[in-house]
């Protein structure tokens, strides 16, 4: 079951594992998601992020594996991650 309703809605949902193979892979900790419609609220924000071109997320681990482009600013994460209602660790 979900605790944070408000931000994810709780759809069901898959990780996103459309990440390019020629990418820079960059593994990050996201604490407090808990179902498959926190995995998509992280994944739909941090897409949207310039230079993303793909991510993939372990609800059970908070694991995110962002594929991208570019090397990505951190803050650049951490603010996506936090709008979805979530917080980056580390």
Known sequence: ???N???CG???AAADAAASATGTRT???VAGMTCGGCAASVSRKL???AGV???EVD???GAVTVTSDTT???ADVRSAVEQAGYRLVG
């Open 10 to 12: 709780c759809a069901p």
């Open 59 to 61: 609800v059970a681990s």
């Open 5 to 7: 309703e408000s931000s």
């Open 47 to 49: 897409r949207a992020v």
């Open 1 to 3: 079951m979900c605790t």
């Open 27 to 29: 593994l990050y900790t």
């Open 72 to 74: 990505l600013e951190t």
């Open 53 to 55: 071109a793909g991510v």
